[in-house]
């Protein structure tokens, strides 16, 4: 089972401001999923990127597919208190049915 | 469509008492699949069925067991409660169409052992 590493863990920002979190591998990923979580709530999917290089948008969120597909990035374009959450990377293993491996989350505060 | 329901959503046991959650997946979706959610440990997989037999497992003692039904519903069992069992419990959801299926989470059971 790969492991999955997401930086930074805890990120608190002002309304307005970008960031980006990022999700690795030292193995390739097969695909990839976003998930974000809000406070007593399951997570919900936001993108599955699958090809080395791709780049999906969803409004202000950004996704990016490293070339190597080793690597993903979430960037967020002026955030706002509604994009409060966890967000989740993780790798659908289809080799095993519905199995998904998380990464460790980055935990976004944006403040008002 | 209703979503992926989950009772109860609160549940406090003491330590070496046993507990059964439940969980009802979208109408229509044949795979249920477990997630346990913990602040050191993050979100890890338990199990995952599909037509009533265990498709996979995680890496969690036999303590951990679950079920599903002729209706897809689902039940997951830890006996023998231990402090680190204390932990969001999430289901997920999906069709099983193939490959990257969506899965689809439901609000999860937050047990705390004591």
């Known amino acids: 089972t790969q492991l999955l590493e997401q930086s930074p863990q805890f990120l608190s920002i002002q309304e307005g401001e970008n960031l980006t979190v990022y999700c690795n591998s030292s193995?390739?990923?097969?695909?990839l999923q976003w998930y974000r979580q809000e406070p007593g709530e399951g997570p919900v999917l936001l993108v599955t990127?699958?090809?080395?290089?791709e780049v999906k948008k969803l409004k202000r969120l950004t996704f990016q597919f490293g070339d190597a597909r080793k690597d993903s990035s979430l960037h967020i374009t002026a955030a706002q208190p509604g994009d409060t959450g966890l967000y989740l990377c993780a790798e659908p293993n289809n080799n095993a049915g519905n199995m998904l491996t998380f990464g460790g989350g980055t935990r976004l505060m944006v403040k008002p | 469509k209703a979503g992926v329901t989950q009772t109860p959503r609160y549940l406090i046991k003491t330590r070496g008492q046993q507990v059964t959650l439940s969980c009802s997946p979208i109408?229509?979706?044949?795979?249920v699949s477990w997630y346990q959610q913990t602040p050191g440990q993050g979100l890890q997989f338990l199990f995952e069925?599909?037509?009533?037999?265990?498709?996979n497992k995680g890496n969690f003692p036999g303590r951990f067991s679950g079920r599903q039904f002729s209706n897809s519903r689902s039940e997951m069992n830890v006996s023998t409660l231990e402090l680190g069992d204390s932990a969001l419990y999430l289901c997920?959801?999906?069709?099983?169409?193939?490959?990257?299926?969506?899965?689809?989470f439901g609000p999860g059971t937050r047990l705390t052992v004591l």
């Open positions: 997920a959801s999906s069709l099983d169409r193939g490959d990257r299926d969506t899965q689809y």
């Open positions: 193995s390739v990923f097969s695909s």
């Open positions: 109408s229509g979706h044949r795979s």
């Open positions: 990127v699958v090809t080395g290089g």
């Open positions: 069925y599909f037509s009533e037999t265990q498709r």
